[in-house]
């Protein structure tokens, strides 16, 4: 990826990610200030009273700004920009400023010959969480009140949709360093300034279970390890995740665009409260992003880091399909860790962890009841995986699994360590024994 937005509600960690991006990665990356503000700020205008002196100085900012991207993709860096017009536009219809609407075509349009960005990453924070935010900063210069964040929400959705882009989102309402690990993973960073592992970890871990099973608590225990034990005791690297909830979670949110504006859903439907999926070309659609995203990171340098691919799938024939969909460069590398609840549990822990003021976040999102019973209620994995460990032969692949029984649920750190240390031990000696020809495996299933 060589030019990426990074978009979000205000006081959701845009400048401060960019900031560290930028100073770990100064060989790699150049950050361009938000526009709107530093034009702002720069001559001295009152973002909300004056409109058209402000309409006037971004028409006059867009060329330079045009020529800095060139500038800096030219050189062979990412260039990341903060925020942009598109935004600033949704904004502008949320506030009723209809002068820049009329006006943005113009102004945005101005150098046709500028790259569009390969990507936008929205920092996805709930609009109550931004205004708490906004408020702790001091800064009223700035305040945004949450009507007009929801009502700018809508239409950056509308923009989006319009311009055809490619947007990620990346949930912003956890640790700082989850954010950071996974914008840099989408953006295929990869650290230089420590010594690199090669010869000791996993270089891909596909993470497998029913919602709710314990996939997102392991990554969020293996990303709060010290490095040195991660790699000696769980063979694992410097992480780098990828998780198929987000994207779905992206179609959903999409959905509601197009219902206000058709009066029609196309790809999912309300549920309990939720969303559930209403049309099952999602999931092979959700295989084929993670292999988009997944092969730049396969294509940098890898030493000592781990990616780890998570996604749940259920029905007949769920993970094989997913599996057979899988990217042969993935596969190549990869190794499955299947953590193994029953229904019942997972439906469990689903209600528990719910929190429907963050329904949208990693740990803390619920899969309705009756999506749960028809995507989860039956999956394939002991079809596939008859035994605790061995390999499936996926394109004549021989991926090595291993089921982790996650049952009882955990809370101590130590025996959670435990219990993840003996099953990634067990998955470590088949993933080497593969590369190094030997058969380590208990059993051989071949996909049917």
């Not at 963050?358 to 995986?385: F, N």
Request: hydrophobic share 40%; glycine share 8%.
């Amino acid at each position: 990826m060589r030019y990426a937005v990074i978009e979000g509600l205000p006081a959701a960690g845009k400048s401060e990610l960019l900031g560290l991006l930028e100073r770990f990665y100064p060989d790699q990356v150049r950050v361009l200030p938000e526009l709107v503000k530093m034009v702002v700020e720069q001559q001295g205008i009152d973002l909300f009273r004056e409109r058209r002196r402000l309409n006037e100085a971004l028409a006059r900012a867009v060329p330079e700004r045009n020529r800095m991207v060139k500038r800096i993709l030219a050189q062979g860096k990412i260039c990341l920009e903060e925020s942009h017009l598109g935004v600033h536009l949704a904004y502008s219809l949320a506030l009723g400023d209809e002068q820049f609407a009329a006006a943005y075509s113009r102004i945005a349009n101005q150098d046709s010959g500028t790259p569009a960005p390969d990507a936008y990453l929205r920092l996805s924070i709930p609009p109550a969480l931004s205004v708490s935010r906004q408020e702790g900063r001091g800064t009223p210069e700035f305040f945004v009140d949450e009507p007009t964040l929801r009502r700018m929400l809508d239409r950056l959705h509308t923009w989006h949709l319009a311009q055809g882009t490619t947007l990620v989102t990346v949930p912003a309402d956890r640790p700082a360093s989850d954010v950071v690990a996974d914008v840099e993973s989408i953006l295929g960073l990869s650290y230089l300034g420590e010594t690199p592992q090669s010869e000791d970890v996993v270089d891909v871990l596909v993470l497998l279970g029913r919602p709710a099973g314990g996939k997102s608590e392991f990554i969020d225990y293996m990303q709060k390890c010290d490095r040195e034990r991660r790699r000696e005791v769980f063979h694992l690297g410097n992480l780098r995740v990828l998780d198929d909830f987000p994207i779905l979670w992206e179609k959903f949110l999409e959905d509601d665009v197009w219902e206000s504006l058709t009066g029609k859903r196309r790809d999912s439907r309300p549920s309990d409260g939720n969303y559930m999926v209403a049309n099952d070309d999602l999931w092979p659609f959700l295989i084929e992003q993670l292999n988009r995203r997944a092969e730049p990171i396969l294509q940098s340098d890898m030493r000592g880091t781990t990616l780890i691919l998570e996604f749940a799938r259920g029905g007949l024939s769920g993970y094989r399909d997913a599996l057979e969909r899988l990217s042969p460069s993935i596969l190549d590398r990869a190794a499955i860790l299947y953590v193994s609840v029953p229904f019942e549990e997972s439906w469990r822990r689903n209600v528990a962890r719910y929190d429907k003021a963050r329904r949208g976040g990693i740990l803390t999102h619920s899969v309705p009841r009756e999506e749960m019973e028809r995507s989860y209620g039956i999956d394939d994995w002991q079809t596939l995986a008859p035994d605790g460990a061995g390999t499936i032969r996926v394109h004549g692949v021989d991926v090595p699994y291993v089921s982790l029984d996650n049952v009882p649920e955990l809370t101590d750190p130590i025996e959670l360590g435990d219990r993840y240390g003996r099953a990634l031990e067990m998955l470590y000696q088949l993933w080497t024994g593969r590369a190094s020809g030997r058969s380590c495996s208990n059993s051989r299933v071949k996909l049917p």
